[in-house]
């Protein structure tokens, strides 16, 4: 299986500044098109769960779903949680054979969150597992996580702190970034995914990837966002080519499984391999 650790996939991006895509899958079939989409591209890719669809499948049949489909799969992949603020399904997943893990305990103040992140990153590290970490809710709810509220910021002193003693692999800033579409353009703090990355050499997770332009993915990937998530474009491609299919199908009274997948699996394939392209992910498997 060519899973490898997300600290060695976030470390070459880094390096080379271009971002690995972080696609939000929802079942098999969008597993197996993102899949398909970076060995056609050649990328590099990190599968991420919610809580939502861990949940959903229960942690170790959507484990044995995505070693089944990574089996043949000739590019580096790895297998992330992605926000969750819930201690016992982080050491599930860990226990369970996850790569890396989102702990999002932004709702804790800040020394709590610490003293809470380090516990978890000295679990992930007896695991060979790795960690993100989170000091500051992303506007916008995802699969039930987040508040639509605006989130407190913190320094630049206390998020430099908070990742040196943490030890965390990656960290997420909220930089006026939001999950799900932006209703408004977004204002985008780019000098902070800067100074972190030059104060503490940890890559940055960019949250929020849907709706941002090309020239704003290339911006903040050339200043250390190594990780770049993408959620709501998957939902939406997926369940948009599949009103699409079944209006047509409805019109022409043809009702056929295999050919409904095979346009779900080619709007999602197109969609994940756009991204890698402008990620710059695109030829860097190794
Ligand atoms: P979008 O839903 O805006 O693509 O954000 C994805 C994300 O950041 C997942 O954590």
Known sequence: MPVVPMKELLDRA???RYGVPAFNIVNDLSIEAVLA???EEHSPVILQTSVKTVRMYGRAQLFDIVGTLVRDVAVPVTLHLDHCPDRSVISDCLAGGWNSVLFD??????AENLRQTTEVVAE?????AHVEGEIEGIQGVE???GSDAASVVQTLEVAVDFIRRTGVDCFAPAIGNAHGQYTSAPVLDHQRVSD???ATGVPMALH????????????LIARGCAKVNISTALKQ?????????????????KWDPPSFFTHQRSAVMGMAVEHMRTFGSSGRAW
């Open 14 to 16: 880094l390096a080379d």
């Open 37 to 39: 989409a970076a060995v």
């Open 105 to 110: 305990a932004h709702e804790l103040d800040v």
């Open 124 to 128: 992930a590290r007896a695991r060979g």
């Open 143 to 145: 699969d039930g996580i």
């Open 196 to 198: 972190l990355v030059e």
């Open 208 to 219: 929020g990837g849907t709706g941002l332009s090309a020239e704003q993915f290339q911006d």
């Open 237 to 253: 491609v997926f369940l948009q080519s599949s009103l699409e299919f079944l209006r047509d199908a409805e019109a022409r009274g």
